[in-house]
């Protein structure tokens, strides 16, 4: 899913490269949850607002490189460790820092995502204007 989701971000993102090689990995109903403090905040629904989701970090991130990734749990709830180097677009600024997630899977479907960001205010900082 991780290779699908860089190829799809190189490939120019939402608006600009089809969701249909990332469609497989989610249930139609999958939920995403992100911390509601992000410039990409709040609770996505579906393929549809997973799109959108993408969308609103690609405003954000003018980078995005999920460096290093280590499954720390491999029955569902999946728990991925991964360590992100990302430059935010209205600023520039560049940030190193670990995700943890985790990941339902049910019938071989992503059904649910929980990222947590270790320190959700330096994201804001970075992305924000002085």
Known sequence: MYA??????????PGSASFAPLAPFFAPDVV????DSLPYGGVWRGHEG??????AMSRTWDTFDMEDQKVLATTSPLVVLTQVRARARTTGRELHFPILQAITVE?????????FYFDTAAIVDACSPA
Not at 4 to 13: D, K
Not at 32 to 35: E, F, I, N, T
Not at 50 to 55: C, G
């Open 4 to 13: 699908a989701e860089a190829e799809y971000l190189a490939a120019g993102g």
């Open 32 to 35: 995403l949850y992100q911390a």
């Open 50 to 55: 997973l799109e959108q989701f993408f969308r």
């Open 107 to 115: 019938d071989g479907h992503i059904t649910e995502v929980r990222p």
